[in-house]
């Protein structure tokens, strides 16, 4: 037990419980800001949002086309801190570039659908504002936790949170829909208080650096985070394939709860990232780290499975409503899905990050949709939601325990 205390210090010494609080606080105000937009504006106005904001989320990933990724990897492996901003200097214009890039395309995709929905032009022109202001916000949170300061990016992430939420308030409540895409368009700008002078100043790197290999990892990482972001709509897509739009509430209501536990692992990775990074090849600390990480997620992981079985029908009720009990057995078996998770795929496709396995990360990301196609195929014709549910428990187990073994692989090699 000696070592887990100490692992426990060391995660409240890197300020982890700023950092929890921090990302808690950011899970908090989302809900609430749903919560009372749909109240606000009329469901017609919601649905051409909610079309546009479904796009943002397969672009986000591709911020700054993998420079946000390379500075996060290499700048925490820098130990002076004139090299890490340097790099940072660098990797800031060139991502800007590649920024630029990533909107034009968004809108190009959205301006797609202007050709079946009315009224979308501003909802676009104020998405693509947010969609910059994401790189800004992304890169100055980097910015300092590559320096080990978790304690400032809790507080850029909390000061953007709930100053974008009261921001968001305000306006949606005196100009409507209109108001709510502009509070979206501004909140990551807020963060531009933390933005460092020496952001603007010409980048003169000192140390070498071999950039073809940098960028090739940092967009494989792109490329990886897109492809776990397009599982869960991979998902729903297969549903409404095979089911009705009434079957696809239900099962992103019963899966919703869920699926957010899966922040929990999240925190202590994030937290950690640098020193991890720090400690790529130190085969005793990447054993230490795993076995600890296990002590803290094993039990979780337990009660959560108890919790989702015999209190199913009480937390649907309370969070949601009677209508979605039926939903009870799909919410346990998601449960189940996010439990393999944290034991597996979180940790693991985390650490192929830490130890520059990105062409890994991508291929078992890859390897995961693939496998999600198939028993989605098989098992929601046969068994409909609960076969959803069970695909995607599988999917998580197959890509997890692929994962485990690359990396134990890794470890082998190390001495």
Known sequence: MKD??????????????????????????????????????????????????????????????????????????????VDKNQLGQHLFWKGLVNQLIVSVLFVCVCLIYTIKFDHLFWIIFFFTIRLFGYYFLSHIIIDFRIKGNNKKFAEINNITNIVGLIITFALTYFYGALGYVISLAIGPFISFIYLKSYHFQQSILEKKYDFKAMWNYGRLESFAYFA????????????????????????????????????????????????????????????????????IFIPIGIIILFGSFFLKDFILQLFFSKAYIKGDFIFFISSCAVVLALWF??????????????????????????????????????????????????????????AMLVFFNYLKKLT
């Open 228 to 295: 776990s972001e397009l599982l869960f709509a991979i998902d729903i897509a297969m549903i409404a394939y095979f089911m009705t739009e009434n079957d696809i509430a239900l099962y992103k209501v019963a899966i919703l709860l869920p699926l957010n536990l899966i922040f929990l692992p999240t925190i202590l990775i994030q937290t950690d990232f640098p020193k991890l990074v720090q400690h790529a090849k130190d085969k005793n600390y990447l054993k230490f780290y795993i076995k600890n990480y296990y002590r």
């Open 4 to 81: 887990f205390y100490k692992f426990i210090k060391q995660f409240l010494q890197n300020n982890g419980l700023n950092v929890f609080i921090s990302i808690f606080l950011s899970k908090f105000t989302m809900l609430i800001n749903t919560i009372f937009i749909v109240k606000m504006i009329n469901q017609a106005e919601f649905g051409r949002i909610t079309l546009i904001a479904s796009v943002l989320s397969f672009f986000t990933p591709w911020n700054g086309i993998g420079s946000l990724q390379m500075f996060m990897k290499y700048g925490s492996e820098l130990e002076n801190e």
């Open 345 to 402: 795929r979180v940790l693991y496709l985390n650490l192929f990050s830490v130890i520059g396995y990105a062409k890994w990360n991508s291929i078992i990301s890859v390897l995961s949709i693939v496998v999600l196609v198939i028993s989605d195929m098989v098992l929601i014709p046969k068994y409909q939601l609960e076969g959803a549910a069970i695909s995607l428990a599988f999917t998580y187990l197959f890509s997890g325990f692929f």
